[in-house]
C-alpha cells in the first residue's frame, strides 16, 4: 500500500468524499460525475460533461437503488464518459469495503500473479466480476479491505512493469 502513494493512481481519500456525497442524497450530480471521473482518467473523463445534468442524476439514482452489481455497471457505463473502470470507482466510492478500482494495471497484475491467461486493455461489467472476486478473496486472507488490495495490485504493475502501458 505505502508504494501506491506514488503511483499516478487515483486518490482514496477524495473518492471516499464523493461516495459520502453520493450516499447523502442517493444519487451524483453532473459536476461530481466528473469529479469523480476526472481522478479515476484524466485523458476521458471530459467525456462526462457530454450527459444532461438530469440524465445523470436519474442514472446514478437508478443505480444506486439496485443491489446487482451487473446491472449497476451496465447502467453506471450507460452514461458518456463511464467505462467499467469509472463505474468501479463508482462503486468504490460508495463502499470500499465491498468493492475495488479496475483497470488496465490491476488487470495486469493479476494476470502476472497467475488469475488470467492473457492481459486485457478493455472491460465489460462481466471483467468487473471476475476481478472483484479475486481481489475480495485476497482481501479476506489479508488485513486489507478490496479497495486496498485493488491499489496494492495498481501498485504492483507499477513497480514490475517493463516496457509502456498499452
Known amino acids: 500500500m505505502a508504494k501506491y502513494q506514488s503511483t499516478t493512481g487515483l486518490y482514496p481519500a477524495a473518492l471516499l468524499e464523493i461516495g459520502s456525497q453520493y450516499h447523502e442524497k442517493g444519487y451524483l450530480t453532473k459536476e461530481e460525475l466528473y ?5 479515476n482518467s484524466t485523458r476521458s473523463s471530459y467525456h462526462v460533461k457530454k450527459n444532461p445534468a438530469q440524465r445523470v442524476e436519474r442514472v446514478t439514482e437508478a443505480a444506486y437503488q439496485l443491489k446487482d452489481e451487473f446491472c449497476q455497471l451496465a447502467l453506471y457505463s450507460s452514461l458518456s464518459g463511464i467505462g467499467i473502470p469509472t463505474a468501479s470507482a463508482i462503486l468504490t466510492a460508495l463502499d470500499k469495503n465491498k468493492h475495488c478500482v479496475i483497470d488496465t494495471r490491476v488487470w495486469a497484475a493479476l494476470f502476472r500473479l497467475g488469475y488470467f491467461e492473457q492481459e486485457k486493455e478493455s472491460f465489460k461489467a462481466d471483467d468487473y466480476l471476475r476481478i472483484i472476486a479475486i481481489v475480495r478473496k485476497l482481501a479476506a486472507e489479508s ?14 504493475d507499477v513497480v514490475h512493469r517493463t516496457g509502456n502501458l498499452h
Open 35 to 39: 469529479e469523480l471521473a476526472h481522478l
Open 143 to 156: 488485513d486489507y479491505n478490496p479497495a486496498e488490495v485493488g491499489y496494492a495490485l495498481f501498485a504492483y
